[in-house]
């Protein structure tokens, strides 16, 4: 009901509140000041650590990622994020990959591009061409969105923002397999079960049945053009939040309810900290944390019903282990260390294989002379599996090792083509930022969708219905411009 949006008489909110302090919830604080301007206070509520899925492990003196760790170099609100904030980009360091199916490894990287590329037309035929292109299409149309956002124009529905990219081809993308998208396409079943398979595994934890949407989200985040920021992907979030100058509250928030009283519509926020349980009135709130039953954001409706009984779906389980040790090499089929020249080992959808990949990483803060650590040597791997290792399974990957540290994050939704996306409207001026997370999950996709809510709220408080889900923007900006 637009009544109920902002006041008739144009007075801005004074008070707003986020909930969460991952990308998502710090990318909403900071895109809030910016449009609502210097007078706003904006409280942000953080459960746990700033960052959220952004979180760095600490092994012999480095730290190192053990949540979203790439961004792409065509992640714009990223990029923008880490220039405004003095921050420094740490590129990937080239290292070699290769697939195992659980006896051997069925493909090798080589140091050579041009036999890399005849033996992939050899096995596929042109296979990889196809997904290539399918690839590059679907990232040109994604980057539309920075000119509607730079434009000012928002989206009711994570639907409505999809349409506006790449119309009803895009919506349907997150309702069918990315198997039936590639199969179509006239992508090999040999390359989807011996590439395509194994980079779901070790990006999303799942297998070529997920919705092709989030299917290419990770085909792009296995391309070569990644980079990472220097110190710590968490830095962006406790930089914007400190940017946007907003009140960081260390305190779960329990419930949510609406208040209708001489000023209007408010949301009463009750919360708990460490000294106790407390409440607060906001003229708006968003909500940047998942959700679904299965995370326990613990937030509770009361005095309405949101658009949902309670939201469809489960998050998967993926288990991150950060080993210090030596890779035992000839389980890969290499008994000399000093002959295994892979980085990166990704897996098929074998049964009985215990885990997605394991990958030498680098250490968010890496010097002008850092290198890999050889086979041979002591370094640190990241093991991704969807169960905690046992003791036997580390034993089977490792040699040896010095420290095993382990992180089991509820990381991203268990995908399925049947799921509906999550609303981004709850109530007039309450508005959820983690289904976008349906379509895919990516610090992107989070920092996508907080600008999208910013300006969402932003018309909708100053009723300007002319900036919200409208058509045909592609032949819009080209005139207005
Ligand atoms: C292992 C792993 C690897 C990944 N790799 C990549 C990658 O390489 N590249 C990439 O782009 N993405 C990656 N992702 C995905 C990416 O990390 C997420 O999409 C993104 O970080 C989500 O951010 P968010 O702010 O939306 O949610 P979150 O980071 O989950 O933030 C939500 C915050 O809300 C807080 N919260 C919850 N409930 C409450 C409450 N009631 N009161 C107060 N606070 C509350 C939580 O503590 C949390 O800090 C990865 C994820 C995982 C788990
Ligand atoms: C949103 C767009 C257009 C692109 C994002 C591409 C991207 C960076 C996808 C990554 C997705 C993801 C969940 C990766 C998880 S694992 C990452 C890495 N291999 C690791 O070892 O940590």
């Known amino acids: 009901d637009p009544e109920e949006h902002g006041p008739v008489d144009g007075a801005p909110p004074s008070k707003i509140a986020v909930v969460g302090a991952g990308i998502g919830g710090s990318a909403t604080a900071h895109f809030l000041r910016q449009h609502f301007g210097p007078e706003v206070q904006v409280d942000v509520f953080e459960k746990g650590e700033v960052g959220g899925r952004l979180a760095t492990v600490t092994v012999n003196h480095n730290d190192y990622e053990s949540g979203g760790s790439i961004i792409h170099s065509l992640n714009l609100h990223m990029q923008e994020f880490v220039k405004q904030l003095g921050l420094k980009y740490r590129r990937n360091v080239a290292g070699k990959m290769a697939v195992f199916n659980g006896e051997e490894m069925i493909l090798e990287e080589t140091d050579w591009y041009l036999l890399d590329l005849f033996r992939l037309w050899w096995r596929y035929g042109i296979s990889f061409i196809r997904l290539q292109m399918w690839v590059e299409e679907i990232m040109e149309k994604f980057m539309r969105i920075y000119k509607y956002q730079a434009h000012g124009y928002a989206f009711s529905s994570v639907e409505e923002l999809l349409d506006s990219l790449g119309g009803s081809g895009f919506i349907n993308m997150t309702r069918r397999p990315l198997s039936d998208s590639l199969l179509e396409l006239g992508v090999s079943q040999r390359f989807i079960d011996e590439v395509i398979a194994p980079v779901m595994r070790i990006n999303y934890g799942q297998n070529v049945s997920i919705p092709a949407f989030v299917g290419a989200v990770s085909l792009a985040g296995a391309q070569n053009n ?145 290198r890999r650590k050889q086979p041979q040597e002591a370094g640190v791997y990241k093991v991704f599996s969807p169960q905690l290792l046992e003791k036997f399974q580390l034993k089977t990957l490792f040699r040896s090792y010095y420290s095993v ?77």
């Not at 939201?311 to 000093?338: E, K, M, Q, W």
């Not at 990516?442 to 996508?448: K, L, N, P, R």
């Open 226 to 370: 990644l980079w990472a920021v220097e110190g710590g992907n968490k830095l962006v979030c406790s930089g914007l939040l400190k940017m946007a100058s907003a009140n960081l509250l260390e305190a779960q928030v329990n419930s949510i309810s609406p208040i209708h009283s001489g000023e209007g519509l408010q949301y009463q926020l009750s919360f708990t900290t460490a000294t106790g349980t407390a409440s607060e009135l906001y003229d708006i709130v968003v909500l940047a944390t998942p959700l679904q039953a299965s995370v326990g954001s613990g937030v509770q409706f009361q005095g309405f019903t949101p658009p949902f009984d309670e939201l469809p779906g489960s998050y998967h389980s993926t288990v991150a282990t950060i080993v210090h040790g030596y890779l035992n090499t000839s389980f890969f089929g290499f008994p000399d260390p000093r002959l295994f020249p892979f980085a990166s080992v990704l897996t098929t959808d074998t049964p009985d294989l215990f885990f997605n990949s394991v990958a030498s990483v680098c250490p968010v803060n890496i010097s002008a002379g850092f």
């Open 405 to 481: 540290q382990v992180t089991e994050w509820q990381a991203y939704p268990r995908y399925s083509s049947s799921q509906r996306l999550p609303p981004v409207e709850l109530h007039p001026n309450l508005y959820y930022l983690n289904g976008i997370e349906w379509a895919g999950s990516a610090m992107e996709m989070s920092s996508v969708a907080a600008k999208n809510i910013a300006l969402l709220a932003y018309h909708r408080w100053n009723r300007q219905t002319d900036m919200v889900d409208q058509r045909d923007l592609v032949h819009r900006i080209k005139t207005e411009l």
